[in-house]
């Protein structure tokens, strides 16, 4: 009978501590101090002890109850490969605090030309290469290349082509100006990630798209690959940077791009083939949207909010790790 008694304890205890070990991570994973600070006044506990503890139980939440959950970042700039910019920092930092705070990451970049393989270590993964892409009725073969970040204990993908990447540039000649197939180039990019994806058989939980290079994955996601078990219930993240490109893409930008699955109806925000339509396709593709720079394009501010979707505005480097996580992990809630 004693014995019945302290499992039926033992039981109800574990049960208490998972239940508020989630409701710690809950709260330090969104910053919803407004909702703690409150409850610390009725206890006798000081407050630097009792954020210890509940700092303890998110621990505790992440690491023996929690599954992890799994992130796609697909990235139009990293460092070091890329000069530091507000978004190649970004690219570089997000994906290793993420994978800090106890989830599952993978990283993928365009492998521009001015990008140095050597320098890098970027070697081929001929498992991953092979495939052809049609663009515009014609075969361009995807190349997968990868390189790590030591410190951070992260691999980073690239995808190549020889028709698009290897230029030594990124988006703009020496001149200053934009390559007349940068949507094709944005084509190629955001399906040869998703195709990448696939060949790992890896099924994330989240992708977070930044920048505009990466603007056509949610439109793939939600519209070609909507049923296929890698991206049927992945949640789809976009970031707007104060980045945009001024060049009007060709006409027929919309027949390039559609893939079986994509409709007519769902490129109707596409009225310019140009930086702001772009970005509205991916907004209006994702689950949710991030104000990666301070000030952003206002027309995609004012679209942004009439949209309805989950928003998270702007954070400074000190807090953005933390509340892109927590954004994350209310978009899986």
């Known amino acids: 009978m004693l014995g019945k008694v302290i499992k039926k304890v033992s039981e109800k205890a574990i049960d208490f501590l998972k239940t508020l ?4 991570y809950s709260y330090l994973s969104i910053g919803n101090w407004g909702l703690i600070l409150p409850r610390i006044q009725g206890l006798c506990l000081p407050s630097g002890i009792f954020f210890v503890l509940l700092r303890l139980l ?3 939440y ?28 970004k690219g570089r930092y997000l994906p290793q605090g993420i994978q800090e705070q106890g989830k599952e990451i993978r990283t993928f970049m365009p492998r521009f ?27 361009h073969p995807l190349i997968i290349k990868v390189a790590s970040i030591q410190a951070a204990r992260m691999q980073v993908y690239f995808i190549d082509n020889e028709d698009y990447f290897q230029r030594k540039a990124t988006l703009v000649d020496a001149d200053g100006n934009e390559f007349e197939d940068n949507d094709e180039r944005t084509i190629f990019f955001a399906r040869g990630v998703l195709e990448t994806t696939k060949k790992l058989r890896w099924a ?4 977070h798209c ?29 970031t707007v940077y104060d980045n945009d490109f001024s ?11 559609k893939l079986d699955g994509v409709e007519d109806s769902d490129l109707e925000v596409l009225e310019g083939n140009d930086y702001v339509s772009l970005s ?23 679209f942004i909010k009439q949209s309805g979707k989950p928003f998270l505005g702007y954070h400074d480097e000190e807090s953005y790790v933390s509340a892109y996580n927590g954004f994350y992990d209310s978009l899986l809630d």
Request: hydrophobic fraction near 40%; charge should be negative.
């Open 21 to 24: 070990s989630k409701l710690a």
């Open 58 to 60: 998110k621990i505790f």
């Open 62 to 89: 992440q690491y023996n109850i929690m599954e992890k959950a799994k992130v796609l970042f697909i990235s139009q700039e990293i460092t070091p490969y890329l000069p530091e910019t507000e978004m190649s920092k």
């Open 113 to 139: 030309g001015c990008i140095n393989e050597r320098r890098n270590q970027l070697h081929e993964v001929i498992r991953l290469s092979g495939m052809n892409l049609i663009i515009d009725d014609t075969d």
């Open 204 to 207: 994330p939980d989240v992708v």
């Open 210 to 238: 930044n920048g505009w290079f990466t603007a056509l994955a949610p439109l793939y996601i939600k519209k070609a690959m909507n049923e296929d078990p890698h991206f049927a219930n992945s949640k789809v993240v976009y």
């Open 247 to 257: 060049k009007q893409w060709s006409d027929n930008f919309k027949e390039k791009l």
């Open 280 to 302: 509205k396709l991916a907004i209006s593709m994702s689950d949710g949207v991030i104000q990666g720079s301070e000030t952003i394009n206002a027309e995609l501010s004012e």
